[in-house]
């Protein structure tokens, strides 16, 4: 089952030009900044083969080993 609520928030700090990167982002995928902050989590997520991520009762069992 896909998660669609979005309760957890993050904040970072980045400099001026990563921020215009991630604007500029964001305004090529006519995106908002939260919405391309996701996305770029997700797709490095990919690359990494981190995503999509086990299910939760999967998670809990690797943790318990």
């Given at each position: 089952?896909?998660?669609?609520t979005k309760t957890e928030e993050v904040r970072a700090?980045?400099?001026?030009t990563e921020k215009a990167a991630l604007a500029a982002i964001a305004e090529k995928e006519i995106l908002n900044l939260s919405e391309a902050v996701r996305t770029l989590v997700r797709e490095g997520a990919q690359r990494r083969g981190l995503w999509p991520p086990p299910p939760v009762e999967q998670r809990s069992e690797v943790k318990a080993t």
């Open positions: 089952m896909v998660q669609t700090r980045v400099t001026i």
